[in-house]
């Protein structure tokens, strides 16, 4: 065959963290190379080498078409090297022409030829059999139709190797059925084609080869043809347990929170209950709608239908006011978008959510830098003092402020959406030591999570999401991570 | 923020947390040397600066006490991440419904003065309505609410000014009564107004630095989605903000009117300009949750003074706009240089170290000088 691009040895080191770990590979022209590996295994840090949109250690080599190459996002485009990103990068408001040349208008006289680029449009709409028209406005289309909108983008340019990060997600199986369809006729004509997805059905369908990474290094490579799929997820997992956080074990006391039938928010049909002393893992895909079950959970998305039940009793929340006064605490995802205010200082950011429990309406700051001091020091949060405004603390301090915020309503039932994201190891394992004493001091954990050794080492018992329910719980020795991976992608059969 | 935090505590703190009304008041406190200093030498040290003699400064402080209680809702407006630029025309529309009150409909002072500020509430309640319901922006709402006003006050007034016959002189008593100028030999005067504009900015200062209502109210403009996943009533709190508004143009528009006994539709004019400028002055932030009523007081007498001092200079009115120009974007942009200047220093500083000593110690150089950050 004929070979495009090739990558020797090449790592990547963040700061304490080793993304990628002397990675070789080699693709080819008219091939599909399939990327596999669970989240943070460093998928996400090879395209953004290959794109160019950041630099290897040095040592790494690069080869395109043979010739040692250096990737930037300017050249690794001029070589015909296109990354669609999981995201759309869109202009809603311009029409698929204007989106696809934006930056590289065809100009004569610095007149933009509005003919010649629609003329191109269609030509490779055509081309992928879409029946998209090249004055639509990308706002009016579906994700999977932008998709193939950045598709022909790629296209009417000159395209060597096109990188496809996660194409299908949350997309119709129409839809999914056109991009692939889409993937085969790119494949045809000589184009070399990286693919990245979690759903194992469409690696076996597209594929011709494929790369498992896990921790950064690369595991196995082997051809799609005669693979079998247990194999291919034994080598997406195979972290060893021993290496896990150890966590103390509390027994569970009674139910305190429970959902029965909770549909709402893109998630339908949930029951579960909650016992105290206990964590419940939420395990599945991002997008899988754990994160949308936790919103409506907490009153700040509208349930639909079904009950939530706080100590045996109905629980309504129409609004986050509701769940925090029925001692409820939602340890958000995004931190910095949706837990903090960054430029407040850590006392007012740690009194301001217990202002709901609190009476009359005097709230002095002296107040607040003592409720802020007292946190620090509790939480051992690293700051000079209450004054010291969030944003210039590190991502595992700033967590601990979002928690002290939480602990100060003198909350029961907490939710941890991906508890550890972004903070550095030695504040993951004081986070890790914070959920125990929460549980020691007879709270509740749910706790979602994309990080396999921290559901497996934290869980009591692991709910696994697939396509907004509920696909499966697993308890006790049950738990472990190729039976939740097998849940969480559908793949019940195995 | 605290705004009535004692000097000693800032300035143990002063790195972490810069007093957020330091940068203005060093060029308000700058500007008036300035004008001082230009009198005095002028005059050969021989007489006594005018620009700071008692009659002076009230006469500033008559000038400014209107916006400046509209400036204190306005930084409320702002800490919530809202904008209000119908106050000039409501302040208009105010002036006119009270003096038509007063002389056309005969409803007596009181209920004339109810009315109008009742009718400023209404209105502002109305946009604020809009404004937190949906995710239209206040500059449009408020700017169509301008448009709207001028169009309500025109039809009251027949698009004619309303002439009183004092009714509201009461307003503008002075509580100083016979006392001269020790300087100057002129009368002193104190209408109940400037008094009014101080006991609402103490009011404002208090609510937003010591009550549950003003803590969150800098929440909502600092996060809104991180302040409704902690329980805070967003909607309201927004909302709530353009009642305040409503109240305090009713106020000062009434206050206004008292001064020129004329229920006229140019009595607002450029009234949201000035107020706006006074508290982005004050170093309170369009993107909200930031600002406080002592930088707002500070910008409302800084905007206040610059004009009267070009008249002690006898420098001719048009120079009063390019100065007021000129200060707010020197207020808001001072503070930004300053941290860009400390910050470019720093790290010269580091390349001057990194050079002497090995790279292991020179990464630890962010941690001093005037990097405030403080990374674990």
């Not at chain 1, 080869?63 to 050249?75: C, K, N």
């Not at chain 1, 190797?161 to 004509?189: K, Q």
């Not at chain 2, 209107?66 to 106050?87: E, F, H, K, Q, Y």
Request: hydrophobic letters at 45%; aromatic letters at 6%.
């Amino acid at each position: 065959m004929d070979e495009i691009l090739r990558l020797e040895n090449v790592s990547k080191t963040f700061p304490g963290v080793r993304a990628l770990d002397n990675i070789s590979l080699v693709l080819n022209r008219g091939e599909v190379l399939c990327l596999c590996g669970e989240n943070g295994a460093g998928k996400s840090t090879l395209i953004k080498i290959l794109s160019g949109a950041q630099p290897p250690d040095e040592g790494g080599r690069i080869f395109f078409d043979g010739r040692e190459v250096t990737l930037s996002p300017h050249s690794a485009l001029r070589m015909g090297i296109h990354t669609i990103y999981q995201e759309h990068i869109v202009f809603d408001d311009l029409d698929i022409v204007e989106n696809i040349f934006a930056g590289f208008e065809i100009t004569r006289w610095g007149l933009q030829q509005r003919q010649q680029m629609r003329a191109e449009t269609e030509r490779v709409l055509r081309y992928l059999k879409s029946d998209l028209r090249p004055e639509q406005r990308m706002r009016d289309l579906t994700s999977g139709q932008q998709k193939i909108v950045e598709i022909a983008k790629a296209l009417v340019f000159k395209s060597n190797v096109i990188i496809l990060d996660e194409p299908t997600a949350s997309f119709s199986s129409r839809e999914i059925g056109n991009v692939l369809d889409i993937v085969r006729t790119l494949r045809a004509d000589g184009i070399g084609i990286i693919f990245i997805s979690h759903h194992l059905d469409e690696v076996f369908d597209i594929g011709d080869r494929a790369i498992v990474l896990r921790d950064g290094r690369k595991v196995s490579a082997y051809p799609i043809a005669g693979l079998a799929r247990s194999t291919l997820i034994k080598d997406m997992v195979g972290r060893d347990p021993a290496s896990f956080y150890r966590r103390e074990p509390v027994t569970p006391g009674e139910v305190v929170f429970a959902a029965r039938h909770v549909t709402g928010n893109g998630v339908h049909d949930i029951s579960f209950e909650l016992r105290r002393g206990e964590i419940l893992g939420v395990a599945g895909m991002v997008g899988s709608g754990r994160s949308e079950l936790m919103e409506v959970l907490f009153g700040s998305a509208p349930l639909i239908s079904g009950e939530i039940e706080i100590h045996g009793k109905p629980a309504r929340h129409a609004s986050p006011r509701d769940a925090i006064r029925n001692k409820m605490c939602f340890i958000t995802e995004d931190r910095q978008g949706t837990g903090l205010f960054l430029e407040k200082s850590i006392g007012e950011n740690v009194a301001v959510a217990n202002m709901v429990n609190t009476r009359g309406l005097v709230a002095r700051p002296a107040d607040d830098l003592r409720i802020g001091a007292h946190y620090i020091k509790l939480l051992g949060i690293k700051a000079p003092s209450a004054r010291t405004r969030v944003v210039n603390l590190s991502g595992g301090n700033q967590q601990k402020v979002v928690l002290g915020k939480w602990f100060n309503t003198g909350g029961e039932i907490y939710i941890f959406d991906e508890p550890s994201h972004g903070v550095d190891v030695g504040s993951k394992q004081e986070i890790y030591k914070i959920m125990v004493d929460l549980l020691k001091a007879g709270n509740a954990i749910i706790m979602v999570s994309s990080d396999m050794p921290e559901v497996i080492s934290m869980s009591d018992r692991v709910l696994v999401f697939e396509q907004g329910t509920i696909a499966g719980e697993l308890v006790g020795e049950q738990i472990a991570e190729e039976t939740i991976l097998t849940l969480s992608i559908g793949d019940r059969k195995a | 923020m605290s705004t009535s935090a004692k000097p000693q505590a800032q300035a143990r703190e002063s790195i972490f947390k810069r007093h957020e009304n330091l940068t203005v008041l060093t060029i308000f406190v700058a500007f008036v040397l300035i004008i001082v200093l230009t009198q005095l030498i002028s005059t050969g040290f021989r007489e006594y600066p005018t620009f700071i003699s008692p009659v002076n400064i009230l006469n500033i402080l008559q000038q400014v006490s209107v916006p400046g209680i509209v400036a204190v809702s306005m930084t409320m407006v702002m800490i919530a991440r809202g904008i209000d630029l119908s106050v000039g025309m409501l302040a208009s529309l105010v002036s006119i419904v009270v003096s038509l009150g007063v002389s056309r409909w005969g409803l007596g002072v009181v209920p004339s003065i109810a009315v109008g500020i009742g009718a400023a509430v209404v209105l502002e309640t109305l946009m604020g309505f809009i404004i937190s319901r949906t995710r239209v922006e206040p500059f449009i709402i408020t700017l169509g609410g301008m448009i709207a006003f001028q169009g309500i006050a025109l039809l009251l007034s027949n698009s004619r000014e309303v002439v009183m016959q004092g009714e509201l002189d009461f307003l503008t008593t002075n509580l100083l009564g016979g006392m001269r100028d020790p300087v100057t030999g002129l009368v002193l005067r104190l209408p109940p107004y400037v008094l009014m504009f101080f006991v609402v900015a103490l009011l404002g200062g208090l609510v937003l630095n010591y009550t549950k209502y003003g803590r969150r109210l800098y929440a909502v403009g600092s996060n809104p989605r991180a302040a409704f996943l902690a329980g805070i009533d967003v909607k309201t709190m927004t909302l709530s903000v353009y009642v305040i508004q409503g109240l305090l143009v009713g106020i000062g528009a009434t206050m206004l009117l008292a001064r020129i006994n004329t229920g006229i539709i140019t009595l607002g004019t450029g009234l949201e300009i000035d107020t706006i400028a006074m508290v982005v002055i004050g170093g309170t932030a369009l993107s909200g949750g930031r600002g406080n009523i002592v930088g707002t007081v500070i910008g409302v007498l800084f905007l206040g003074s610059i004009a009267n001092a070009m008249n002690m200079l006898r420098l001719p009115s048009e120079v009063q706009f390019l100065t007021k120009g000129l200060v707010v974007i020197l207020a808001v942009s001072a503070g930004d240089i300053s941290s860009r200047i400390s910050e470019y220093r720093a790290l010269v500083g580091e390349r001057r170290r990194g050079r002497a000593v090995p790279p292991a110690a020179s990464q630890e150089g962010g941690q001093d000088g005037s990097d405030t950050s403080v990374r674990a």
